[in-house]
């Protein structure tokens, strides 16, 4: 990953570019961004400009032996921590870091946005909670402790420290503040309210914008071959979370909100006979459509709120879309769309945690239909 591969955030490239070139990079440093923000792919283009042997003026050069390694997730000195939980073949004392790293180079190598839950599955965690356990610390502390590097500096890359419990929080305390020679710690996080405050202050935060529209619109065309007119509407529903685009890209915008419709209109007027009929197609129509749709369901109460408050310039949406809007924000309050949005969110985790799709729709529809009204 280069810097140049992340569309945008020029202040924060900038930022960190800076203090390399000003021999002052911290040596423990948080990566905070929201869910579906650029903080690993930065932390990724920031361990390669540190050990790149021909570094540009704004860049890695891309092609040096340490940029190739970089590039291929292989670079001996770059190391990686990241949750994990047992398997099939992993138990016990070997559910640690190094023994996913097949499945880890092929999960940022695919997808370097991707959320815990994509990381899950793409491991095979199945339905077990990850974590980073304290065993995993012991093992961050021995890998570090080897002395022969081929780079400047050892990179130790801990993504999501907020999954460290406090003992394996507290077991690297020590290294974290003084960290061996030569060595940067880079804790890339989205919810720095989970984080021990030990962790905290040891850290030196690098804060992460969302991506604008302009940025995240580049990303969809550039590099996920999306075409510019559905680039800009997705820019704009995401509002900032690549992640959540992506979901968006794989379901088809018409059907999304044609289901949609027939949804809310469903849950407004108690329909329970058509709710259940409706859960059965959403457990058929699979995993793909039933994400997007609940995702086309966040981005549309986004939308409400919007024109809830009167702020309707800065919502872009036309024809149909609009008139729904229109309508449904009249029976929308601020408390209504918070609501929804947990509800929608909780769904959304269960699905990816293979809940029965019948069963968690058919809730949510229920729980919808209480509070709409
Ligand atoms: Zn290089």
Known sequence: MLFKDIPGLEEIKTQLIQAVK?????????????NGGANLPLALAYASYINCEQPLENDSCGSCASCSKNDKIIHPDVHFVYPVSS????????????????????????????????WTMAFGGENKQVNISKEESRQIIKRLSLK????????MIIWLPEYMNGASANAILKILEEPPERTIFLLVCNDDEQLLTTIL????????????DNEMMQLLIEQLEVDATKAERLAHLADGDLDEAMILIEGSEEDNHDLFRSWMR?????????????????HKSGKVVQRSLLQYGLSMMRESLLATA????????????????????????????????????????????????????????????????
């Open 310 to 373: 009167g702020a309707t310039e800065m919502h872009r949406i036309q024809g149909e879309e609009e008139k729904f809007i229109e309508n449904f924000s009249k029976v929308m309050t601020f408390e209504k769309v918070e609501n929804f949005n947990n509800l929608i969110n909780d769904a959304l985790y269960h699905l990816e945690r293979n809940a029965n799709a019948k069963i968690t729709f058919m809730n949510l529809s229920l729980q919808i239909a209480r509070f709409i009204k």
């Open 201 to 212: 202050s040891r850290t030196q935060i690098v804060k992460i914008r969302q991506f604008d």
């Open 22 to 34: 000003n021999n002052q990079i911290a040596h423990a440093q948080l990566f905070l961004s929201k």
């Open 266 to 282: 469903l849950c407004f007027t108690h329909d329970f006979t058509n709710m259940v009929e409706m859960a059965e197609t959403f």
């Open 87 to 118: 398997t099939k073949n992993i138990t016990g004392k070997d559910v640690i870091s190094t023994n996913f790293l097949k499945e880890w180079r092929d999960f940022l190598l695919n997808n370097p946005y991707g959320n815990v839950n994509q």
């Open 148 to 155: 022969a590097f081929e780079g400047k500096y050892k990179v």
